[in-house]
């Protein structure tokens, strides 16, 4: 079982997701992505590497320890009403913290993380998780063990698209701001390597749930997504 995942994200009317480049310039004030945030009323909310780096207040744990651990789940809490997980596969996020916005943070690693590396995030009292890559595997532990059923991936596009040609998607949350970006170089919803380029989604089918149009001339669009 994995939870229904809806990728939630705000972009420019070209598809770019960095507002500090948006013309006009504020077009993405008054914080309307938190509000539909909410409204979705997720269990957790994911991110990749270079996004929940954004969140961290560490800059790295001790580079050894005499401490030995199983390379099993360990939680500090299981009853939160929302977590924030963090793609983090190779252990590079030095947390000094516990929380998101008062989420517990999860982090999902590989095995070949350092006993230091899992010292420092059980010091933090940052839950972790180990899915080798896998991210169908990460998300079937995330419904066993935190009972996650509704999961909203917001990002970057590395980490959304990662999600898009799994066929992890079933559904896009996808606020439209009346802005441009409008040159090279800017991230956009939906992103792969130069490995990956090349790899279609399998996506056979969009249909549109709904079209809302928001304060401001901002529009949130929802479709729902058959994967092969």
């Not at 945030?37 to 957790?44: F, R």
């Not at 009403?81 to 793609?87: D, F, I, K, N, R």
């Not at 998300?139 to 935190?146: A, P």
């Not at 249909?207 to 669009?221: F, P, T, Y």
């Amino acid at each position: 079982m994995k939870p229904h995942v809806i990728c939630h994200m705000s972009a420019s009317v070209d598809g770019r997701t960095l507002p500090s480049r948006w013309r006009p310039v504020g077009a993405s004030a008054g914080g309307l992505y938190e509000r539909l945030h909410q409204e979705l009323a997720g269990d957790a909310w994911l991110v990749g590497c270079v996004t929940g780096q954004e969140f961290a207040k560490g800059k790295a744990y001790p580079a050894h320890t005499d401490q030995t651990f199983p390379r099993e789940p360990w939680f500090t809490q299981r009853d939160a009403e929302a977590y924030g997980v963090v793609l983090d596969a190779h252990g590079k996020i030095a947390w000094a913290r516990a929380d998101i916005g008062g989420d517990p943070i999860v982090v999902v690693l590989t095995e070949r993380v350092s006993d230091a590396h899992l010292a420092g995030l059980r010091a933090d009292g940052v839950s972790y998780i180990f899915a080798e890559l896998d991210i169908r595997l990460a998300l079937e532990i995330l419904n066993r063990e935190l009972e996650i059923k509704r999961l909203l991936v917001e990002g970057g596009g590395g980490a959304n698209g990662a999600f898009l040609r799994a066929g992890l998607v079933d559904e896009i949350s996808l606020i439209v701001y009346p802005a441009v970006d409008g040159a090279k170089g800017a991230p956009s919803v939906f992103d792969s390597s130069e490995a990956e380029a090349a790899q279609p989604a399998p996506v056979q089918s969009m249909m549109l749930e709904s079209c809302r149009k928001l304060d401001g001339g901002a529009v949130w669009l929802r479709y729902r997504l058959q994967n092969r």
